[in-house]
């Protein structure tokens, strides 16, 4: 049974650091795109804020979070646009508050709830440590849209290791989502992480295999940077495909980022 403290501390951290980012945007800078197309900063914390609260019903009340799923279904490719477009409109200080409560009232629900948990999400049910997981990729993710939107730069952590070890645990709901099968045997990941300390997962003898930076192999799972500006590296024919159809997300094939080149 995992402890989730800890990636609940690092959940914190990085919600913290966006917090910096955004903490004294005037309307101008809330407004800036993203390079989400049609969303701007406020677009971004407005899908956290939301999801931060989806999370929240997950843990709190999974009837309100079953009655969030049904609305969900009925437009599966525009409610997520739809709820960031909502918070959006707020005015920013009112949207950073929301943001604040929210993100502190899902961290208290978390640190309480029983060892052993477990709760639905859009998905398979999760424990409360990969709950906190989730939303620490996403938080992530989304802060670097927009620290790009400002012309910020957000130095990779080894808060990163959450976010790796997601993208190697949703290798076949990838393949899932594209509709196809996964490979039955595992794949050797290691990945040179912020600090210098290596991480791998999957047996050291695999046949298939993905080696590079930890930052490069988030920014792909998360589809924030294309695999051409990456220096991944796949030994094996399934690692290789596996690396074109690699998301750590929940929900169907994101279209990704174009190639720039290298530049990111």
């Known amino acids: 049974m995992a402890d989730p403290t800890p990636v609940i501390d690092d959940l914190r951290a990085e919600s913290d650091e966006l917090d910096r980012l955004v903490a004294e945007l005037d309307p101008e800078q809330w407004a800036r795109p993203t390079p989400a197309p049609g969303w701007t900063v406020a677009h971004q914390i ?8 989806s999370a929240l019903l997950a843990v709190t009340d999974a009837g309100a979070f ?12 525009s409610f997520v646009d739809e709820g960031a477009e909502e918070g959006a409109r707020l005015p920013p200080a009112e949207l950073l508050s929301g943001w604040r409560a929210g993100r502190d009232a899902l961290e208290r629900a978390l640190r ?5 948990s477990r709760f639905p999400w859009y998905g398979p049910p999760m424990s409360g440590a990969s ?3 989730a939303r620490l990729m996403e938080t992530w993710a989304h802060s670097l849209d927009v620290a790009d939107a400002l012309g910020a730069v957000r130095p990779a952590t080894d808060r990163l290791r959450h976010v790796a070890r997601l993208g190697v645990r949703t290798r076949d ?13 595992e794949f050797r990941v290691e990945l040179d992480g912020p600090s210098g300390e290596v991480w791998s997962y999957g047996p050291p ?4 295999r993905v080696t590079g930076p930890a930052l490069d192999f988030c920014l792909l799972v998360t589809q924030r940077a294309h695999r051409a500006d990456l220096a991944l590296t796949a030994e094996g024919p399934d690692a290789d495909r596996w690396l074109d159809l690699a ?18």
Not at 112 to 116: D, E, I, N, R, V
Not at 178 to 185: E, N, R
Not at 247 to 264: D, I, L, S, V
Request: no cysteine; hydrophobic share 40%.
């Open 205 to 208: 003898d695999a046949a298939q």
């Open 131 to 133: 709950l906190a997981t």
């Open 173 to 185: 709901f990838a393949y899932g989502v594209h509709g196809l099968t996964p490979p039955q045997t």
């Open 247 to 264: 998301q750590a997300f929940a929900g169907p094939p994101g279209a990704g980022r174009p190639p720039t080149g290298g530049e990111r």
């Open 112 to 116: 309480a709830a029983p060892p052993g």
């Open 66 to 77: 079953q009655a969030l799923v049904e609305k969900a279904l009925t437009a599966p490719g």
């Open 46 to 53: 407005a899908h956290l804020a939301w999801t931060d609260h």
